[in-house]
DNA sequence: AGAAAACACGAACGTTCGTGCTTTTTTCGC
DNA sequence: GCGAAAAAAGCACGAACGTTCGTGTTTTCT
């Protein structure tokens, strides 16, 4: 279930499948889950197509395990570093923070911005498996907005997660620092609507 | 310059290619523009490859003449109807109402969203192309914010920017309406900032 | 150390992609 | 209605796609 990142005690089989999905998140984040092609993967890390594809069995796979490997990068570098904040406000603070700092974490741009965007028309495991983290993402927000007090929790949620998609696709497209300004302008403005 | 919907003093290869951009548009909305692929569009509408190819010489300026045909679409929409509004607070709010109903009128979704998204990793004329209609088009809502008398009409534009994307973001993953509802308030958040 | 299993490779497949030519059909001004 | 010009189709191409298969080469376990 561990999804490490170059663990000792991993089987060759087990570092080679994690060096690859490393290498497709970021790709993916760039150039989408259908621009994520199996050779160009296999070029970049050095190793044949079919070696690769052994991995996963089909192209829908690698998608699959990309998405989960994406998902426990953002469980890291996201979820994880806010639980020491205490629940409530403290913790929707920190979720916010980390939300916006994580944008950096994927090269080419928010994975989820990209793969959401490239995916709401095409039904089928891959549009699930994107929709189900991102679900489990505002819910998360939701659920922390409702012990903080906000009256509308769903709405709060949607509000945060608006403001920093927002903050990403235009950063990525216009490339001026000052839309994180005021997506923290924003960010405090939500946060000046928690009680207590 | 004007690409009308069939306009009968146009020529047959003009009405054409109307056609082919407006097919390409909702194709390019779904599938992005990447997706948009000639040998699915010709075959909706019912031509051949090479017939349809012929118009455009490369799929790129297919792309290009796709991407202006939608910032088109959307000035007949958005910005056309608008205008009627005097300038400042009526004239943004006009815009932001409108711009929150025209995510109707492309059938896959806001074309702006997808293509934003897929193409901002990557370089060249298509990026410099829909980076400069979404560029234009924050821009007018600052200048538009400016006269209105906001104090910070480029954080202001952000903010409206941020909402109504991702109220379309978010509506074609989760399909839920509420969020359209989430979406209003925030405006409505906004527009009590205008002053006067 | 040797047997068994896991891993990686190269070649080839059928398809689809964008694009170039040549030919046929349609449109349109006289 | 004829003839030139424009538009559409037909056909073929090279490249890249995902995928399969047979065969070596490492790991791993006993």
Redesign the interface.
Known sequence: MATATRDASASKGEQTRAAILERAVDLA????L??LTIGRLAAELRMSKSGLFAHFGSKQELQLATIEAAAERFRVAVIEPALEAPDGAPRLRALGERYLEHLDLYS??CFW??T???Y???PGPVRDA??GA??AW?GELERQARIAGVE?P??FA??L???I???N??Y???GDP??F???R??LARLDAELPE
């Open positions: 984040s760039a150039e989408g259908e621009g080419g741009g911005g990209a959401s965007a490239e709401d028309d095409r994107v929709a991102l679900d505002l509308q769903e709405r949607f509000e997660y608006a403001v998609m927002g903050a696709a235009r990525r497209l216009s000052k839309v300004e005021y997506a302008s924003a």
